[in-house]
């Protein structure tokens, strides 16, 4: 089988002098629980969520593997406890990073068994590659590390936020209302109140506000409002495959008479997740460099899309589709669907322009490379000459779509940006 040929993790064991190991296997245990994100229909910020806990999970109990890589404890709010090696025993600490992994994975989507089943073949094929022992003890230490992210993760007041009230729609012209062609109701309206990872609250980052709303000819919200609408008359070719390629939306519904049906996509976060594994892969990053920059990154997103849900939620903007289909043309309908929250900031603007700041930290600026992500969705691969000017294309991207104002592209960078420089500080200066 494909998967059990590519699970070459020889090396790291632990007895004194620790290892390298290759990071291949870790590739593919976060490229499977991307699949099962994508598969699951998981929202951005649930979805920014996974990925962050499955990252700390498996960078404790892989990091042991190389010298150099503190353990995350007391780093992260919360995290006060993860279990230890025993000193002086063997361990393949890349079976206990990706078996660590996918039981946190496991926990955190619907489709558990998949999670189950491919653990089974990673840890039966693993098993043949080094003395039973071994193998023994670096699942056990895996599950140890397991345990202690998930009783961690159970405290970020994700459950509480299941039961608060609903969202309300209200009669207010400014304010985001759902829209064509399933209404669907808002998305995470109570994601400000989540346990944030680095940062020290979900509004510490506060943007500058946007135009008063108004109906008006010539007031800057209609000015505002209009350029995104001229834009949308004008698109050009390249503009149009900028907008599709970054679109990442995991909503989106198709009608076909009387017939309506989701096409499943990676979300944002998920896009830059697997960015990140490019950059891993170009580099040739051995196991414990490779869950380091997964880690990075995946808490870096997760705050992200932290503060930028919390100043949806408290701006609550109208989209330009409202606006638009309202107030200038009533056919109107913009590029791509538009996302079922409100619009400001703009959360591809916000999160492309964190996990840029940190990957040009962890690889360099000027780190050219080409993104083939969306190629598995039916797109063409595009190339960068860096990792911001990815960011830069993805945030204007949604202005092309039709669904992003220019203030929350622009201000979206640079709330990322500057929410991304602290957790650098925080997690990276030593």
């Not at 004194?16 to 593919?28: C, E, F, I, L, S």
């Not at 993860?82 to 002086?88: F, L």
């Not at 998920?270 to 196991?287: E, S, V």
Request: charge should be neutral; proline fraction near 6%; include cysteine.
């Amino acid at each position: 089988m494909r998967i059990i040929a590519c699970l070459l993790l020889l090396g790291c064991w632990f007895g004194g002098k620790a290892q390298t190991a290759d990071a291949a296997p870790v590739h593919r245990a976060i490229k499977k629980m991307t699949d099962i994100i994508v598969h699951d229909v998981f929202s951005p910020p649930v979805a920014s969520r996974t990925y962050a806990y499955i990252s700390v999970a498996a960078y404790e109990a892989g990091r042991h593997a190389s010298a150099g890589y503190p353990s995350l404890v007391n780093r992260l709010h919360g995290f006060t406890t993860v279990a230890s090696p025993q000193a002086g025993k063997k361990y393949d600490f890349g079976i206990a990073a990706c078996h660590a992994l996918l039981l946190v994975g496991k926990a955190m989507v619907v489709s558990e068994d998949s999670i189950q089943q491919y653990d089974d073949r990673f840890m039966a094929a693993l098993k043949k590659r080094v003395p039973n022992d071994v193998w023994a003890r670096s699942k056990t230490y895996g599950e140890q590390v397991a345990k202690d992210i998930l009783a961690w993760a159970a405290k970020d007041r994700y459950k509480e936020t299941r039961s608060m009230p609903r969202y309300e729609v209200t009669d207010d012209p400014s304010t985001w209302k759902p829209t064509a062609p399933a209404y669907m109701k808002a998305v995470e309206p109570h994601w400000l109140h989540m346990r944030t990872f680095v940062i020290d609250s979900a509004q510490q980052f506060t943007p500058p506000v946007i135009p008063v709303f108004s109906t008006a000819k010539g007031s800057p919200f209609y000015e505002m409002v209009y350029e995104v609408y001229q834009e949308s008359k004008a698109l050009t070719d390249e503009k149009e495959a900028m907008a599709n390629f970054w679109d990442c939306n995991p909503f989106k519904m198709n009608v076909k008479g009387h017939v309506m049906f989701a096409t499943k996509k990676i979300s944002p976060g998920g896009h830059w997740m697997n960015i990140t594994a490019l950059a891993c892969q170009q580099t040739k990053a051995d196991m414990v460099r490779s869950l380091d920059a997964y880690c990075t990154v995946a808490v870096t997103l997760a705050d992200a899309f932290i503060i930028c849900w919390a100043e949806k939620y408290k701006s609550n903007v109208i989209r330009p589709e409202t606006y638009i289909n309202n107030y200038i043309d009533g056919d109107w309908v913009p590029l791509l669907q538009t996302p079922p929250f409100p619009e400001y900031t703009s959360g591809h603007s916000v999160i492309s322009a964190a996990a840029a700041r940190m990957l040009t930290g962890l690889f360099g600026d000027g780190f050219a490379f080409t993104d083939n992500t969306e190629m598995e969705f039916g797109l063409t691969a595009r190339s960068f000459p860096s990792f911001n000017a990815a960011a830069a294309e993805a945030a204007i991207s949604r202005m092309y779509g039709g669904i992003h104002y220019r203030p929350a592209i622009e201000y979206g960078l640079t709330e990322g940006t500057a929410m991304a420089d602290l957790v650098w500080q925080r997690l990276r200066v030593k």
